[in-house]
Structure formats: C-alpha cells, structure tokens
C-alpha cells in the first residue's frame, strides 16, 4: 500500500524522488521521507508524518544533495503515523538505509534476537528490523546484495524493499515477494518504483520483478535474481501511458477528472473488441478470452466464480446478472478475503473471474492462488499492465482505462463493468444460450454507452448544478441508505461505498426488499434514502419500497430513466439517466452518485483524492 522510488544516476536525486512520491501520495500518506546519499559518503534521512507537503516544507530551500537515494509515503500498518515511524528506516550506525511496503509478520521474534545481541531500534515498525538485519549481515563485509540475498528467506510476510549502503555508492538493491516492484530504465541512470506512474515523468521503459526476485540497480547496469541464486534475464516493456495522463491537467481533484474521463475510458475498454459479423450482426471479440476457450476448457465449465474486493467485488455482481441470464451458467460472486479462508468447494469444472483493477490486491491474488492449486481455470480482469494478476492467469482482459490516480476507483469501474459485459457475451455466444439478434441488439447498446455517459456527465459542466444542490443538503447528514433490486443492487452498493469513502458519511447499500426485515428502523426525516429506480422487471417493487420509507418520512433521492414522469410522485429528487437494457444500465446509473459523493465531500471540505486511512493499492491482507 506504500509508495517507493529509487534513484541512480548523474542528476541530484531529491528532485526526482519527490517528484516520483508526488505521483505515488495515493498509495499512502500516512507519512513521507527520503534518504540521499550525499557525495560525502554519508546518508542524509528527512522525514515527516503527513502529507508529502510536510515533507516538502522540512526539505525547504535546502534539498538533500546527492545523486542517489530512495524516497517512500507509507500507509501505516506497525505502529502510529508519526516522524520517527516513517521511512526510510536506517541500522544502528546510519550505514544502510531502506525503505519498504507491506508487512514483516516475524518481526517481533526477529527484533527480539537482535536486540538480545545489542542492536537499538528507534521506530515501532516492522521494517526496522530489516535494517538491523542487513547491518548484522554486512558487518564482516559481506557485499550488500548478497548480504539482502541471504536475509530474505528469513522473512515471513509480504515486501517489496529498495536498500542503498553508505559503503556501496552507486548501488540500489531492490527485493519483492507478493508486492509490486519494478526497476525503470533511463540513460545513464536507473530508477526502482512500486508504480509505473511514480516514474512516466523520467523514463516508459520498465522491467516487472516477480515474486522472490531480487534486483541490483546501478546508473548502467541492471541484474535480476532469481531465489535459487541464477541471473534472470527479462526484456523491458514499453508503457503507453503518457506523463499527462496522470496529472490533474486543471481539474481541482483527480477524483472529478477520472468521474469525467469515464466515457473514455468506456471507450477504450470496447476498443476493437465488438466486430460484425458475416451475417451482418455484431459480436464480441475477446482474443485472450477466445484462445483459451480454444484449449477445449469451456464445455467442461458448469460454473463461473467471481473474485473481487470493494469496488470491483460491486461490478462483480453485476457480471453475475450478465453471466446468468445470457450464458445461463450458475455465478457465485466471492469476496476475495472471504473466499481465501472458506475452504471453497471448486474444482476444474469452475471458471474464475478474478476483477483487480491495481492486479495486486493481497486478498484478490491469494484467492487466485487457492483456485489455481485447485485446478480451476482462471480469466483476470485488471488495469494493470505487468501486475501480479497477469502472471497467475490463463488470460487476462485489460481494462485499458488509462492510469487511475483518485484513491475511489470511478473510470476503472465502468471500465471493468464493460469488459465483463463483453465476456459475459463471449460467453453467451460460445454456449450457444443467446440467439445472434439479442446479442447484436445488446452491443449496439453497449456501443452507445460512452456516449449516453457524456449526456449525464455534461451536468457537471454547469457551475451551479442539480447535483450539487442535492449534495448540500446530503453533507449535513449522518446517514444515508442506498437500495435498488437485481444490478440496482449493485449500484446501490457502489453508490454507498463511494459516498461514505469520500464524505465520510455513513452510508449503506441493501437490496431494496431487505429494508423491511430490520435496516428501515434507521430512517426517519434526518436519513434519505438513494434508490436505484431505474427501468426494470423489478421497478414497480422498488416504487413500493420507496413508498414504504416515505410513510417513515425519509426524503427520497432517485435515479430513474428518462422518460418515467410518475417517479417526481415518489420522491423528492431525480437523477435521470439515458434508457438502455437493464443490465447495460449499471455504468449510467452510478454516475450521478459518484458526482453525488464527490460534491457532497467537496460541500464537507473532505480529502477527496486521499480520504483518511485508505490507499489505492491494498496490497496487505
Ligand atoms: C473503492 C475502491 C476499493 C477497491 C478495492 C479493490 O473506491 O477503490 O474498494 O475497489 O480495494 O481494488 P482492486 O480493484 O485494485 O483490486
């Protein structure tokens, strides 16, 4: 969940850190510090808890000098957010510094024995230890990646780790196991990175480590190493986005650009994959999805389990709808943490769709883990591009949404939305369950949808909105309820998540019939009520739940298909949204409760880009 950047080369290093942390505050920011190896052979450490501002105000005018050093914003897991816990973490004598993301989950038997052996220890954090282990290891000079190479299988728990030593200049070395790492390559000069963004201002040429692999970085040089001790010779790939693409160019909050890059991002997710077909119809076009079908896997394939957490756990349940009412295969949506310690009963006969957006949530990629011993094939869905997910799947679906920086996932979601759309088409149509012309009515549908989300965004070009008015009302309150029935489900849940993740306001999502069995005990004139009154089988058993909350004297906000003129009958506020077929209707739908969110948290003044205790990359447990 941390931030890292390294840096090796010519140029002063502090610039290029900071510059890197800027881009990687999302991860975490908890706190932020640097360590610059000064050409006086000894390392300066500045730190500070907060924001990478705080930072930035005690570097001052006086930027660290040195053409080498490492740069972390942590996300707190062992002990307080304050000066002393924040990385890089240094041994005893100042020689080593370190900076590290995840978790060492031995650290206190390790702390315990080099205490015993006089070691002091400065932080409460996990990390700490692994700077004592690396002095203790060094100390008869033993070189420092071999010295790293060798304290690695003590370790238990998760790490990606960027090391320099005062007695090695011109030496990074870098070691991951189930957290991101990638080394970036420059001329004459050489970058480690936990994120591909921290480095598209230096460099797009980027080499991924995997899990075990330790890297040494020098301005020239770059060598992997793999756990059994052998060089391990990978090619760099080169990354399309562009520096551009994760700024805010304008925009007060990444959150708004990213709500508003959304029918790009819709776009790009369907680029090239719907084609005509000879019969003059349209079809879905998926290749990775259609070479492993080619493997003869699909008719052995009697269920589909989804993976996910958070956001990307809401769109699942909207692919269970797709997937079930047009490939007519039974979907069990999982979450990722529950899935992992259920003793799940799956087998070859189960297809898996794992959905990560970062591909290296901890929780989503054990899972992944557990189903791929079990034998089952596995389809991954991620916006990411070298991630973990890539490397445990038979085929993944990038979502192509283009760098998301908002801590709240907006444009990935609509983006993996649109993917499994498509999938659950492919599908569909390998099977046999869905007559040609239904699915070529549906795509053009779903080509229109990029489109139809422009109309319902164009709201947010006007200064002084609809939904912003219903925000100020919304920001005074505690609580706020969120229903809708089927994938009005879904997006209630979506919309509540993003409500309470950005305003802080407690908000739930419930399946519109389930009110009644307890959660309406909490509405009255002070808790409004969201309803997903969209056009539905479903629709008039929502306008009854929404009747039985007005009689509590609830206000109701609704969002509703254009057209519906009885539903200002029933509630208080409408957001309408273009009409498409039920299950196409999700990534309209959640628009108007994403601006909802993000004004209401504007009308609040709230952290809107990095609300309090998340991060964007859960990569613990
Ligand atoms: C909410 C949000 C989180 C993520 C969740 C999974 O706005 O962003 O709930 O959806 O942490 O992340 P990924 O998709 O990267 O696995």
Redesign the pocket.
Known sequence: MCGIVGYVGPRQATPILMEGLARLEYRGYDSAGIAILGDDGTISVQKRAGKLSNLAGALGEHMLAGTQGIGHTRWATHGQPNDTNAHPHQDCRGDIALVHNGIIENYQELRDELRAQGHTFTSETDTEVLAHLIERATADGTKLADAVFHILPKLRGAYALVIMSRREPGVLVGARSNIPLIAGLGDGENYFASDITALLRQTRRMVTLHDGELAVVTASSLRIIAPDGTDVQRDAITVDWDAEMAEKGGYPHFLLKEMLEQPDAAQRALLGRIIATPAGGLAPKLPEFEAWAATGALPKITRVVLL??????YASLIARAMIERWARLPVEPWIASEFRYADPVIGPDCLVVA???????AD?IAAIKLAKAAGVPIIGITNTVGSALTREVDATLFMQAGPEIS???TK?FVASVMVLTLLALSLAAARGTQPADERTALLQQVETLPTRMETILAVAEQPDNHIMAVARGLAGCQSAMFIGRGVGYAVAREGA??LK?VSYIHAEGYPAGELKHGPITLLDQHTPLVAIAIQSHTYEKVISNIQEVRARHARVIAVATEGDRLIAEHAEEVFFIPAVDELLAPTLAVIPLQLLAYYTAVERGCDIDQPRNLA???TVE
């Not at 996910?308 to 756990?313: I, M, Q, V």
């Not at 959905?355 to 949530?361: P, V």
């Open positions: 996910a957490c958070g956001t990307s756990y959905i990560t957006q970062s591909g290296e949530t989503t801590v709240p996932a990935t998540l993003k993740e964007k990359s859960v």
